[in-house]
């Protein structure tokens, strides 16, 4: 008789609701997969705090453990010696190391642009744009993917970044920023919420990356080629991910506590830096704006550029999370935009 009754209680049962019930009972009944991911103390990655306050790592049967790197440069190298499975570490270094024949694959996105060039309020009136970098002292930070749409910009402009200038590679935006008040450099390259914070301490931002590339994409999430062995769970981890955008995006508050448990930095410019204009916040591979970075680090002789781009995306992943997501919730406008901009996006 029971089982009778819970047979017709969930014939009863929306479609969309069963498929979002087995979901989680398969969560449930199996053991959490781990997964070590590395990320960056930045605003741009408070998805990943999101999806670990929030609990949706948790609902998609994961055991995340989130490990914080000052640079891009330390962070992909844990990726590649495989003591990272997941790594969101800039666009600039995964291409960077994918050009020199490292197995990495890009599998998702966590942010876009939010890069700008700070100075000193008495150069701000003769430092305005990148055309006024020719004979400066610029620092960045080491493969940073504001450091690369920089000399992107300064080719098309037609500065020589080798030698009509001087870059110096820091180690992290703090860093970056004490340089440029102490005046040993003209000016640095900082990333959120540092550029705010850049400001607080009296400094002027003059150039956003986003004004010189923009929708510029920024930290990907990658994988080396072997960890594709493990589809289901990396599948998993996107719908945490694309289910944490869509929370950031309806839970200011709770979304700024999260952030809050990771970057210790006041609640106000955790917020501002979070949900600036300058900042996207897209959660796809973009397949697009990569092939454009791609370009410019090869005309700007970042890199070489001999192996073909293709390679380096593996796009099932995000497409089937985000239509699972679409299965379980068909009306849901979210991710009905999601999957149209995929479509602008993401097609190889």
């Known amino acids: ?11 009863r049962l929306p479609q969309r609701l069963l498929a979002a019930l087995a979901v989680a009972a398969a969560a449930a009944g199996a053991q959490a997969e781990t997964l070590k991911v590395g990320h960056l103390p930045v605003t741009g990655h408070a998805k990943y705090f999101v999806a670990q306050e929030q609990g949706f790592f948790k609902k998609e049967g994961l055991d995340v453990e989130l490990v914080e790197f000052q640079n891009s440069a330390d962070g992909i190298n844990a990726v590649i010696a495989g003591k990272l499975d997941v790594g969101t570490f800039g666009t600039t270094a995964p291409l960077l190391f994918y050009s ?3 197995d990495i694959k890009i599998i998702g ?5 939010d890069a700008a060039l700070v100075v000193k309020p008495e150069l701000a009136g003769t430092i305005r744009s990148i055309n006024d970098l020719k004979g400066k002292k610029v620092a960045t930070v080491r493969l940073a993917s504001g450091d690369a749409v920089l000399r992107g910009a300064l080719k098309d402009a037609k500065i020589n970044w080798k030698s009509d200038l001087q870059i110096f590679e820091l180690k992290n935006p703090p860093a970056v920023i004490e340089a440029v008040k102490s005046g040993q450099v003209d000016a640095g390259l900082v990333w959120g919420p540092h550029d705010l914070r850049a400001e607080q301490q009296g400094l002027k931002i003059v150039v956003r990356s986003g ?15 072997n960890k594709l062995k493990e589809a289901a769970t990396l599948e998993h981890f996107l719908r ?15 979304t700024i506590d999260a952030i809050a448990k990771y970057i210790k930095l006041d609640r106000a410019i955790l917020e501002k830096g979070y949900y600036s204009p300058n900042l996207e916040q897209r959660s796809d591979p973009n397949v697009k704006g990569v092939e454009k970075f791609w370009l410019s680090m090869i005309g700007s002789e970042f890199i070489e550029g001999k192996r073909p ?9 995000y497409q089937k999370a985000l239509e699972s997501l679409i299965k379980e919730n ?17 097609a190889l």
């Open 109 to 113: 996105g966590i942010m876009g642009q």
């Open 211 to 225: 004004d010189l590339s923009p929708g510029h994409p920024c930290c990907r999430v990658i994988v080396t080629g």
């Open 100 to 102: 020199k024949g490292s």
């Open 330 to 346: 068909p009306k849901d406008a979210f991710y009905q935009a999601r999957l149209k901009e995929f479509k602008e996006r993401d």
């Open 240 to 254: 945490a991910v694309l289910q944490a955008e869509k929370y950031a995006a309806e839970h200011r508050k709770e």
């Open 309 to 317: 781009l293709a390679p380096i995306f593996e796009l099932s992943l």
């Open 1 to 11: 008789m029971k089982t009778r009754t819970l047979r017709l209680i969930t014939s």
